[in-house]
């Protein structure tokens, strides 16, 4: 069974992105997403692989999802389903899925662990993640982190499981 876990920052009203970009910049979210998916798979939507300053993420293998046949981008697997993804995905080390919200959605029920950062605040937004249901998931680990110099927003890591 292939290890997919989806990481994501969201407000406090589910929001994830506006405009294909972050709500808000968090440094010490950004520096752990980074030491987390280092080494690993990152699975991601084809605007989500736009909105990179650098393009593909380096020291990871990059799954781009598009539903373009034929399309490539230079450094990145193309994958043409949420299928082909998850047959392209290591069995060996961590698949992370790390947006947008269709695949977010999509994925969702094919995950087994949720790296969630809870942003305490709301935010306009035109993309969404789902609801994560108390019945499915159980909190294996918490933290709180006030605002500071480098984070204008309070939040919380969760590390989910599937129950």
């Known amino acids: 069974m292939k290890n997919i876990s989806i990481i994501v920052a969201i407000a406090e009203n589910?929001?994830?992105?506006?405009?294909?970009?972050?709500?808000?910049?968090?440094?010490?979210?950004?520096?752990?997403?980074?030491?987390?998916?280092?080494?690993?798979?990152?699975?991601?939507?084809?605007?989500?692989?736009?909105?990179?300053?650098?393009g593909a993420l380096p020291n990871r293998e990059n799954i781009v999802i598009t539903d373009m046949a034929g399309e490539q981008i230079p450094g990145c697997t193309m994958a043409f389903s949420i299928e082909d993804a998850i047959s392209k995905m290591s069995n060996e080390k961590e698949n992370f899925i790390i947006g947008g919200g269709s695949v977010y959605a999509q994925f969702l029920p094919h995950a087994n662990k949720l790296y969630l950062t809870r942003i305490h605040a709301s935010f306009e937004a035109d993309t969404f993640f789902p609801v994560v249901s108390e019945t499915e998931w159980k909190v294996i680990s918490e933290e709180t982190v006030a605002a500071n110099e480098k984070?204008?927003?309070?939040?919380?890591?969760?590390?989910?499981?599937?129950?």
């Not at 506006?18 to 998916?37: I, M």
């Not at 984070?151 to 989910?160: A, C, D, H, R, V």
């Open 14 to 54: 589910y929001a994830i992105g506006r405009n294909n970009d972050l709500l808000c910049h968090l440094s010490d979210d950004l520096k752990r997403f980074k030491a987390l998916t280092t080494g690993n798979v990152v699975v991601m939507g084809k605007r989500t692989f736009y909105s990179l300053p650098k």
């Open 151 to 163: 984070n204008e927003f309070p939040y919380t890591y969760q590390i989910l499981t599937r129950k």
